[in-house]
């Protein structure tokens, strides 16, 4: 299985250098240039797993070529250890029996696997792309099952998110999730790194190996808790409404300090590709509006004005006297933002009015 990893992988190396140097990314075109050669380099090597291996190197250059059209900083694609990925032409699962076939260069292998506890719902899905991947002595094979939609009537329930560094989220009738420890959990790591990484020694390189990857799993976690928790909030079939944030470290004008490094360590795509999942299970849409104004308006009279967020946590309108957490006037005019844009469109809400006080008048703080 390793010796088929690293035949992969090398694959993948090939495809990447010729795409980027060429600045090629069309699929066909490169399964022209690199299959045959490919398939006479490692002919041991599958030819379904060559294919595969070029499928994962075009989506890298593209990727990578896409950021340099845009002006951002991207080099040419380069793996050491490739995870293989496999289809249902070179591989099968036998949920009953616990066993998958891998296609490898020695041939078929039948290998015995364990499923996690909390996967143990998903199978009795219908099987689809797998990867097998290598990490620290262990071969994982992440499978992709097709599970069916939920039969759940969508519902007029619209629920805000205000996500934020210092408030992980809160939402447009009043709940605050995620925990402000949080955020010094992660500085406790970074500053351990900065310092074994300024002493250099032995000792502190075997350290900072034991750290490796463990602030990419605590913010996952984080995540999965965070995602869990407002996904359990909303109800059935409502809708999830987020800012779009897409870009938005390119977007910023601070590039260096602490709030710099905040910003660019911050997860939210995993959290949004969290939501999008666990809300599809329970017939949840997850929705993203234009972030624009939303610290600076009022949720009261709509009054616009920079002067409104007078700090991190305070938000005092300055035409109606209006005081609130800033965190949660954000997610009310992010809710109401979205409810403005269906009412352009003509679009109504289907069964009964808007939840979550969405006609009705927030709570003053003094």
């Not at 992988?9 to 495809?15: E, G, L, S």
């Not at 075009?58 to 340099?68: G, N, Y």
């Not at 719902?121 to 939920?150: E, I, M, Q, W």
């Amino acid at each position: 299985m390793l010796q088929t990893m690293v035949a992969a992988t090398a694959c993948f190396n090939v495809v990447a250098e010729q795409g980027y140097k060429a600045g090629i990314f069309n699929g066909v075109e490169l399964h022209k240039r690199t299959y045959y050669p490919l398939r006479t380099a490692y002919p041991d090597l599958p030819s379904q797993l060559v294919v595969s291996a070029r499928m994962k190197a075009t989506e890298a250059v593209k990727s990578a070529l896409t950021h340099q059209r845009k002006g951002r900083k991207a080099s040419q694609p380069h793996a050491t250890l490739c995870p293989v990925r496999y289809d249902v032409r070179s591989y099968w699962v036998k949920w009953d029996r616990l066993t998958c076939s891998l296609a490898t260069v020695a041939g078929r292998v039948e290998l015995a696997f364990v499923v996690p506890p909390h996967a143990a719902k998903y199978t009795l899905g219908k099987v689809a792309s797998a990867d097998l991947v290598y990490r620290k002595g262990k071969f994982r094979l992440h499978v992709v099952v097709d599970v069916p939609n939920p039969n759940i009537v969508s519902t007029a329930d619209v629920v805000g998110v205000d996500l934020g560094i210092v408030r992980p989220a809160v939402t447009s009738d009043n709940h605050f999730f995620g925990q402000r420890s949080w955020k010094e959990l992660e500085n406790r790591i970074f500053r351990l790194r900065r310092k074994l990484q300024g002493k250099g020694t032995k000792s502190a390189k075997r350290h900072l190996r034991k750290l490796s990857g463990k602030l990419l799993r605590q913010r996952r976690d984080h995540d999965h808790l965070l995602s869990r928790r407002i996904v359990d909030h909303t109800p059935l079939g409502g809708t999830i409404v987020v800012e779009n944030l897409t870009h938005i470290r390119a977007r910023v004008k601070q590039r260096h300090g602490q709030q710099s490094r905040r910003l660019h360590s911050w997860s939210f795509a995993q959290l949004r590709s969290f939501l999008d999942y666990k809300g599809e299970a329970r017939g949840q849409r997850v929705v993203a509006v234009d972030p624009r104004h939303t610290s600076q308006t009022c949720s009261r009279c709509d009054y616009t004005a920079k002067s409104n967020r007078k700090s991190q946590g305070a938000f005092c309108c300055g035409q109606c006297g209006y005081q609130l957490n800033a965190d949660l006037n954000g997610a009310r005019n992010i809710r109401d933002k979205y409810v403005v844009q269906l009412a352009s469109l003509g679009t109504s809400f289907v069964g009964g009015p808007l939840s979550d006080g969405l006609s009705s008048q927030a709570t003053q703080v003094a």
